[in-house]
């Protein structure tokens, strides 16, 4: 039996329809198809010169015409694979170029979280822990091309009105800073995260001793803020960082005695005031 190689099979085949480049009679454009929730590794660059592992998942989008029936899913995962074993921010808008040329469109968007840590150490004893922040890329090229980072950081937040009516204590609550901004230059997701968490009442910490513990009580105490006050001071920090140029900031305020948790949002472009 003479056994044949997958390069005679194939030739021996029919040609196989391009179902996805057929024509589409119904004349509706899509603003987005594409491929959710790709796991992928990235790699980050640090301050201090090393380099920082972490797996994102990744959404890649392209805009489709009205006279074209689908798009080719399996180019988006052609082209991230392009990158071998991690992206770099450096590499996004690269990437959608070539999503737009590959897949013959007009605009490319990218979309990527992950986790990112970050080593703090204890207010007095110094002890270290790792932070976890959670962070995205959004990257668009429709004509121009567009990048913006985000950044979550978990915060204490305590009350300036618990405070002021009550004989003794306050009510504090966990609180999550969310920032997304578009900059000129290079812009590190620590320097984000430090703008973040000294807007709040006091950062948190992964690690903290009884001597650490007093003192970041202390310092909320000391340091009582509204979700306004956290969200207008951090605006006030946006707006000082040349680097800047579009903010969206918000504060979710984990209310402890209170069925509801407390919000402010403030977005701006430096060039509208």
Same mark, same amino acid.
């Given at each position: 039996?003479?056994?044949?190689?997958?390069?005679?099979?194939?030739? *021996?085949?029919?040609?196989?329809?391009?179902?996805?480049?057929? @024509?589409?009679?119904?004349? /509706?454009?899509? %603003?987005? /198809?594409?491929?959710?929730?790709?796991?992928?590794?990235?790699?980050? *660059?640090?301050?201090?010169?090393?380099?920082?592992?972490?797996? @994102?998942?990744?959404?890649?989008?392209? #805009?489709?015409?009205?006279?074209?029936?689908?798009?080719?899913?399996?180019?988006?995962?052609?082209?991230? $694979?392009?990158?071998?074993?991690?992206?770099?921010?450096?590499?996004?808008?690269?990437?959608?170029?070539?999503?737009?040329?590959?897949?013959?469109?007009?605009?490319?968007?990218?979309?990527?979280?992950?986790? =990112?840590?970050?080593?703090?150490?204890?207010?007095?004893?110094? @002890? *270290?822990?790792?932070?976890?922040?959670?962070?995205?890329?959004? &990257?668009?090229? $429709?004509?121009?091309?567009?990048?913006?980072? &985000?950044?979550?950081?978990? !915060?204490?937040?305590?009350?300036?009105? #618990?405070?002021?009516?009550?004989?003794? &204590?306050?009510?504090?609550?966990?609180?999550?800073?969310?920032?997304?901004? *578009?900059?000129? &230059?290079?812009?590190?997701?620590?320097?984000?995260?430090?703008?973040?968490? !000294?807007?709040?009442? !006091?950062?948190? =910490?992964?690690?903290?001793?009884?001597?650490?513990?007093?003192?970041?009580?202390?310092?909320?105490?000391?340091?009582?803020?509204?979700?306004?006050?956290?969200?207008? %001071?951090?605006?006030?920090?946006?707006? #000082?960082? #040349?680097?800047?140029?579009? =903010?969206?900031?918000?504060?979710? $305020?984990?209310?402890?005695?209170?069925?509801? $948790? !407390? =919000?402010?949002?403030?977005?701006?472009?430096?060039? %509208?005031?």
């Amino acid at each position: 039996m003479t056994l044949l190689t997958a390069e005679q099979m194939t030739k *021996r085949q029919p040609a196989m329809a391009d179902v996805q480049s057929a @024509a589409d009679q119904r004349n /509706v454009a899509i %603003d987005k /198809v594409g491929v959710k929730s790709v796991r992928y590794p990235i790699t980050l *660059r640090q301050p201090n010169g090393e380099e920082q592992n972490t797996v @994102a998942l990744i959404n890649l989008y392209v #805009s489709l015409p009205k006279h074209k029936k689908g798009t080719h899913m399996s180019r988006f995962l052609e082209i991230l $694979n392009q990158y071998h074993r991690s992206i770099t921010p450096a590499q996004i808008i690269p990437i959608l170029h070539d999503m737009k040329k590959r897949l013959l469109a007009d605009d490319a968007h990218i979309e990527m979280q992950f986790p =990112y840590f970050i080593e703090k150490s204890a207010p007095v004893t110094g @002890a *270290r822990g790792l932070m976890d922040y959670v962070c995205t890329f959004e &990257g668009t090229s $429709n004509g121009t091309d567009d990048f913006i980072l &985000g950044v979550k950081a978990p !915060a204490t937040s305590l009350c300036p009105c #618990s405070k002021e009516i009550s004989r003794y &204590g306050a009510h504090n609550q966990r609180c999550e800073i969310s920032a997304r901004v *578009r900059f000129d &230059g290079e812009l590190w997701i620590e320097e984000l995260v430090g703008m973040m968490e !000294a807007a709040a009442s !006091a950062p948190v =910490y992964a690690v903290l001793k009884r001597p650490d513990e007093k003192f970041v009580t202390e310092q909320a105490f000391d340091n009582p803020k509204f979700v306004e006050d956290i969200i207008r %001071d951090l605006a006030l920090r946006m707006e #000082s960082e #040349s680097r800047i140029t579009w =903010y969206e900031i918000q504060s979710e $305020n984990f209310e402890s005695i209170h069925n509801h $948790n !407390a =919000y402010a949002l403030i977005s701006r472009t430096k060039s %509208d005031h």
